[in-house]
Every structure is written in C-alpha cells, then in structure tokens.
C-alpha cells in the first residue's frame, strides 16, 4: 500500500461506506434461504488488508454472514489440487451463462449438459462431488479446514442454522443435483453431493477472514504473511479468471466495466475481491440488487476504483 493510498482510505472509508449504505433500502435481503432474510438490510462493512499486515475497515465488520456463492472459488480450487486441471474440466465448462446462478435451462439445452461453468449452482455441485475423501463428511471436514488455512483462522465454522434452512428448502438444488446425475456428471451419491454443497455454503466468517483469503488470491497463492504458498498459481489464476468472468453473476460484464476487479458475491450479501499483488477485500451488504449482488457492496467498490484508479483494465 503507497502512503498515499493508505492515508487516504483511512480518511475517507468511513464516508464511502456510509454514502453507499444509502442505497441499501432499494435492495432487499434474500429470503429464498429462509435463515438469511434475518440479516440486517442496512448493514455495510468491508475490510481490506495488505500484504504487510496494515488493515483498514469501516462500517459493520463485525458482522459474521455465510459464505454462499464465495465459497465456490475456493472449493474449484480444492477440486483443481485433488485432481488436476483435465479431470475438473471434464465436469464443468469455462464460459459464462447469462443465466440466473441457479438456472437449470442450459443444462437440458445445449449438450452434453455440462455445467457452463463452475461458479453457477449446478457448476459447483459438480464440483462439490470432486473433492476427494472417504465420505461426504470427510469431504467437507477437508473442505472447511482449507478454508481455515486459507482465512488464518481455525475457528471458522458452519452456521448450522443457515445450512439447515438451505437443506431443507432447496428443491431446485436438489433437482439440479438430480440432472447431473442423469447426465453423467455427478460421482456418487446425490444427497450426499448436496450436503457437501449446503455445508460449504453455510461456513460463516466476517469481512477479514474474506479479505484474507482474498489476499491469498491476490499474492498468486502464496499467503504474504507466512510466506508459504498454499495454492498452486496456476489454480490461482483459473480461480481469478472465473472470477472475472462469472463472479458476479449475469451482472459480471457490468461489474468488469464499473470496477473492473476480480471478485465474487454470495447472497448473504457477501462480497471477496482484491487488487492483484496488492489488497484483499472482504466487504459484506446483505440488501441485494436485481441481480442478486450487495447493492451498497457495488456502490461502494465503484467508488473505491474510480477514486482510486483501481480498474485492471
Ligand atoms: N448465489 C448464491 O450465493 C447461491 C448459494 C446458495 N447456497 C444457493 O445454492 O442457492
């Protein structure tokens, strides 16, 4: 971070934050999850950090919200190592959908009925059945402790309350599981599959263990701190890619022009995004826009990369 930088989102994070948190009353909470609509609609904090350590944050960063979407990056990350890049490949494509994120319309369409990729639902339930172990236990037991190693934070959890609810509603998941398997492209149990895929989504954490996990990314898979390299940069730059692509849902290409960073959204409100080699950003809204993403989250990373000249393009 160049001082100049640092003193200046010192000073005025806290007023971004808070001329973003307007926007929140024309957003709404999800409540398709039913656990989730408990969340604070006027909510808005975010937290970035760099690799030295130094850390800014304004508005609500205590907040804890479930990971969701954010959670498909890192998995696609676990199932890259577990298996390598042909045999993930095989299972999901690398193209954007245009498509809600839990649209089935394309996966009887356009043959083989693949997943277009793996940040959509049904592209990351393929992957959830690709991360290696004995059970759908073990799998997520090894899915929650890489996400522990990557935040620095072995208290990240499940928020079993959130899980439950998404568990017992998630009829269209469930179909979507149903399809895959039909088609050739789930290994193993369905029900199973899905578990690994609620749990993943219900791991909760706060804007800095997302900001940290960002930082991961953003260091090429090496952590900054320790020094040690726990992704392979190959898988890193797969994982930013997607990111750029698809991690916005089908508001990405918007996102790409408006604050044109690598990022991902979950609907809890979530928001994990970084300046390559230089900040990981964790950030949290659960009002969301139309499209599903944190509507004062948007609002106020386009003011960061316009103030600050962040755009990588
Ligand atoms: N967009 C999201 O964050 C979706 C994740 C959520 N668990 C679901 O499957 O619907």
Redesign the pocket.
Known sequence: MTTKEWNQLRKMLPQWVEESRRHCFDGKVAS??PELSKAPIEALGIHILDGRGNAVSAGDCGLSFTM???SKVFTLILALIDNGEEAVFSKVGMEPTGDN??SMLKLELVQPGIPFNPLI?AG?IAISSLIAGESSLDKSARVLRFFQLLAGNDSLDYDYDVYRS?SET?N??RSMGYLLKDNGVLEGDVEDVLDV??RH??ISVTCSDLAKMALVLASNGKDPLSGKQLIPRRYVQIAKTFMTTCGM?NASGEFAIQVGLPAK????GGILTMLPGRYGIGLVGPSLNRK?NSIAGVELLQKLSQQLDWSLF
């Open positions: 398709y999850i969701q979407s954010i994120f839990n639902n990351a998404e998630a269209l998941n895929y609620f989504c219900s849902y959204s979950g609907v809890s599903g």
